[in-house]
């Protein structure tokens, strides 16, 4: 390699990882119940709502209650006309108790992330 080929790709190198650091990846913004939420109703479904828009086929959430059960859910969709909100259907009725979601995805831009919180239903 040329010594001029050498510093074009170390620059090349170098602009990646400020461009990588200048975007992030998707972090959670908001959700639907939010964070630490108590909400008298159960919900019928999640709504999270990223940095960045995401790639639906490898992005979800799973659902556990306090016994570490998995609650049932429909698969994962982007809310309409919006590829940052990921909506998760919740198929029954959620109990009252402690609820966590785990979720992980990718974003548009190629980057995974995942991360957890709880909501509680106290109805
Ligand atoms: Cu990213």
Redesign the pocket.
């Known amino acids: 390699m040329s010594k001029l080929t050498h510093i074009l790709t170390i620059a090349a190198v170098l602009s990646t990882g400020i461009a990588?650091e200048a975007?992030?990846?998707?972090h959670l913004k908001s959700a639907t119940p939010a964070e630490n939420a108590v909400v008298t109703t159960s919900p019928t479904e999640l709504d999270l709502t990223f940095s960045?828009g995401l790639n639906l086929k490898f992005s979800s959430a799973t659902v556990t209650g306090t016994d570490k059960a998995a609650v049932a859910t429909d698969k994962a969709k982007l809310a309409t006309g919006d590829n940052t909100t990921l909506v998760i259907p919740i198929s029954k009725p959620l109990s009252a108790g402690g609820y966590t979601v785990n979720w992980q995805v990718l974003?548009t831009?190629?980057?995974k992330?995942k991360g957890s919180y709880t909501f509680t239903v106290k109805p």
């Open positions: 990588g975007f992030a990846h998707a960045e974003s831009d190629g980057h992330t």
